[in-house]
């Protein structure tokens, strides 16, 4: 199957820093998706982003769906912004996907005041 | 709802103990899939439902894991003879799986809070 691969696995900030995470993966993808997990485990959608850049206040992302890889970006990073960040991808084919995704590992993130 | 709820959020039980969670996906959504996730992991897919059918049941760990969606909406994963690996955060996720006019993608998953079980 497809492999997910995230880095940095750790990432320590003072707030205010801006920092990027990346996301590998091994294969053509139909779906990918980062979250933010938060400290009660509630998994929230960042991005659905099989595909070029989108961006949303503070944070931003883009996939490079040809060489494999997306990326996200936190600027001015706040101390909410500590969890775990996870890219998940599903290489189902076509509009009839049916979404199975495949999780990395995840990066986690630490925001001190 | 709003979004996808899953009940009970935390659940203790003893070894050899048989367990039931619900989840209730999103109005609407046609397909929907359970996922583990075990301390310090991403979570790992499950089973999957298009309507009222498991297409994809593949990641069910044994057949001690059996899960139902009678009615094409709320889903019940059913654990029998649970074990003490059988703990983690059991998480539901809903996607559209049409097209809809909506602002976000029929591909895109959402997932409710988790259950939190845990095997004594």
């Known amino acids: 199957g497809i492999q997910v691969e995230q880095s940095p696995p750790d990432l320590i900030l003072q707030e205010g820093a801006n920092s990027t995470l990346r996301c590998n993966f091994s294969?053509?993808?139909?779906?990918l998706q980062w979250f933010h997990q938060n400290p009660w485990g509630q998994l929230i959608n960042l991005f659905y982003?099989?595909?070029g850049t989108k961006q949303n206040g503070r944070l931003s992302a883009t996939t490079v769906a040809t060489e494999r890889y997306s990326l996200l970006y936190i600027s001015s990073s706040q101390t909410t912004d500590s969890g775990v960040y996870f890219c998940?991808?599903?290489?189902?084919?076509?509009?009839?996907?049916?979404?199975?995704?495949?999780f990395g590992q995840g990066t986690i993130l630490t925001v001190h005041p | 709802g709003a979004g996808v709820s899953q009940t009970p959020s935390n659940k203790v039980t003893e070894k050899g103990k048989y367990v039931e969670l619900r989840c209730d996906p999103i109005?609407?959504?046609?397909?929907l899939y359970w996922y583990r996730q075990s301390l310090g992991q991403g979570p790992e897919f499950l089973i999957y439902?298009?309507?009222?059918?498991?297409?994809?049941d593949s990641g069910l760990p044994n057949d001690r894991f059996f899960a139902v969606r009678p009615e094409g909406s709320v889903s019940t994963l059913k654990i029998q003879r649970t074990e003490r690996g059988d703990s983690a955060v059991y998480l539901c996720?809903?996607?559209?799986?049409?097209?809809?006019?909506?602002?976000?993608?029929?591909?895109?998953?959402?997932f409710g809070p988790g259950t939190r079980l845990t095997v004594l």
């Open positions: 294969d053509s993808v139909n779906n």
């Open positions: 996720a809903s996607r559209a799986g049409v097209r809809t006019s909506g602002g976000s993608s029929y591909n895109e998953q959402f």
């Open positions: 998940a991808v599903d290489s189902g084919g076509g509009g009839t996907s049916y979404g199975k995704l495949t």
């Open positions: 109005s609407g959504h046609t397909a």
């Open positions: 439902f298009q309507g009222t059918g498991a297409a994809d």
């Open positions: 982003i099989p595909s």
